[in-house]
């Protein structure tokens, strides 16, 4: 099927999110819409799937003019989507969510249970997009729940498929899977439409990239075209692509762990009895500490206990020689912790406050912001204006809900928050999850500039590039524990082993301390 938008227009008030776009996806064509956050992509095709009517423009299918002013006229003229918050009912089987509007049914109306199962695993096994038809949603990692969405989409006979930024809570391996599927779903005459920001990602897979900024078409480039290329097209200037810094300069200890044990959490591969087991490590004013690891293994539990967000069962936790075991998220915040949560909409955000109100969600009850029970609103607008401004956070009025900015404008919110006061130490948990290269640049200089004035900064990535990009000492964790201490210089391969559990031992997550001169062999703590 032949796909063309022509002069496709979507205005919100004042704002054009949609300025007069022309797009035409091939039959059996990977197209990428390639983007920063806020460009414009995801409300193109909402716009297309009819959640959002333009407000100029018009649709061609093979020829024919053509509306959608429902999801349901989209779906039946073969357009499926799978968004970025996967639209899925968690307490339904993987068969309930995939038939869910099309039911399969018996003669008197009941529920056929057996034919549905059975066109689940059929399509499933089809396209190796294997599930179980049986499984809850909420039992199933967020990889499989991505292919259940495709599968709903497939059912519904769906012969152009957007995928709105289907990396973005995906491991690594986990994207090479989908990036299987999506080359047997080209190779089978289907056309997807692939929304990212990440350069690398479109380049591997896409047949053609199309270029949004700001609202328009600013460009249509083959997937030869270089990252300085495409980075320009996307922000509109040159883009650092490889962090900058000097080589570390250490100082006194700012974090001491010790045998910090957390009891087992939603987030951890497998039944490990402590997702978090008895981890050892230091971290030094003006250095980075890059904690890597395949996700799950302890990670998410490990920053949540150094804030304060999890209880420990055994172990210390010492900010500047102050045990902060037992304090308080807020006493940790208070004593000079800054926090960059994994998940920035549930757990770093009220999205529904104002911006300005989001900056000072830390400090809201203390001077110059409140005074006994009045809040100091003056002083609150005229901070958030400023800090607006330092971080670049594009919105339109310091009182806009937080929860319509894009992903990128929502992490420099937090990330205006807790550096914007003095801090001792920086959690980062996954900090540029889900950013274009612009974001991603901005905010790792910020990190690096916080390490050059004399923070001590703890950096979780599942990005393996970015840890390297970032770290003076890298930890990999696995299975609760630290199998290894090692310095940037070391090979991917190397760390992949300790990833995956190689040269583990009983003394693992004890050793800690600051960069050894011998790559292979972890430090001794200090």
């Known amino acids: 099927m032949k796909l063309e938008l022509r002069g496709i227009t979507k205005r919100f008030g004042s704002l054009t999110a949609n300025d007069h776009i022309d797009l035409t996806v091939l039959p059996g064509q990977i197209h990428a819409l390639l983007g920063e956050n806020g460009a414009g992509k995801t409300t193109l095709m909402n716009v297309l799937y009819g959640l959002l009517q333009p407000d100029e423009g018009e649709f061609i299918l093979d020829g024919q003019p053509t509306a959608f ?31 869910l509007g099309v039911e399969r049914t018996h003669a008197l109306g009941l529920l056929d249970r057996r034919r549905t199962r059975r066109d689940v695993r059929e399509l499933s096994e089809r396209y190796g997009l294997h599930v179980d038809p049986d499984a809850l949603v909420e039992d199933i990692p967020v990889g499989v729940q991505q292919r259940v969405e495709i599968v709903k989409a497939l059912l519904r006979e769906a012969r152009v498929l957007i995928l709105d930024e289907p990396t973005a809570v995906l491991t690594p391996g986990e994207t090479e899977d989908l990036f299987r599927v999506m080359r047997e779903l080209k190779a089978g005459g289907t056309s997807i439409i692939f929304i990212s920001h990440k350069l690398r990602e479109v380049q591997a897979i896409a047949d053609t990239i199309t270029v949004l900024r700001r609202g328009k078409v600013v460009g249509e480039r083959p997937p030869t075209a270089s990252d300085s290329e495409l ?64 996700q799950g293994n302890g990670q998410t539990e490990l920053c949540e206990a150094l804030m304060g967000l999890l209880p420990s069962v ?90 319509t900015l894009s992903g990128g404008n929502q992490q420099k919110v937090i990330l205006a928050r807790e550096i914007g006061r003095d801090v001792k130490l920086l959690v980062a948990s996954q900090p540029t999850r889900g950013l274009d290269v612009g974001s991603i640049e901005f905010v790792h200089r910020r990190i690096v500039e ?77």
């Open 69 to 99: 002013h429902s999801p349901k006229d989209a779906i039946n003229a073969g357009i499926g989507m799978v968004h970025q918050h996967f639209m899925l009912v968690p307490v339904f089987t993987v068969a309930e969510n995939i038939t």
């Open 231 to 294: 980075a320009l097209l996307m922000v509109g200037r040159k883009v650092e692509l490889r962090v900058t810094k000097a080589p570390a300069q250490p100082g006194d200890v700012v974090l001491d762990v010790a045998g910090l044990t957390v009891p087992t959490g939603d987030h951890l591969l497998t039944d490990h009895p402590a997702a978090v087991d008895d981890v050892s490590f230091q971290v030094r004013a003006g250095e980075i500490l890059g904690i890597a690891g395949v």
């Open 314 to 403: 055994a172990g210390s936790v010492r900010l500047s020689g102050r045990d902060i075991t037992s304090a308080t998220p807020r006493d940790r915040l208070r004593a000079g912790v800054g926090y960059i949560p994994e998940d920035r909409q549930e757990d770093g955000l009220v999205t529904d406050f104002s911006v300005a109100d989001n900056l000072i969600l830390d400090v809201y009850d203390r001077p110059p912001f409140a005074s006994g029970l009045s809040l100091n609103l003056d002083a609150i607008r005229s901070t958030a204006v400023k800090r607006v401004a330092d971080f670049d956070i594009r919105t339109t009025s310091t009182s806009t809900p937080t929860g």
């Open 450 to 526: 916080q390490r050059d004035q004399g923070v001590a900064v703890v950096i979780v990535s599942s990005e393996l590039d970015e840890i390297y990009a970032l770290a003076d000492r890298i930890a990999v964790m696995y299975e609760g524990r630290i199998t290894g201490f090692r310095p940037p210089t070391t090979s991917a391969e190397e760390l992949g082993l300790l990833m995956a559990g190689a040269g583990t031992g009983p003394d693992a997550g004890t050793q800690a301390g600051a960069a050894s001169d011998s790559p292979g062999e972890p430090t001794e703590p200090v």
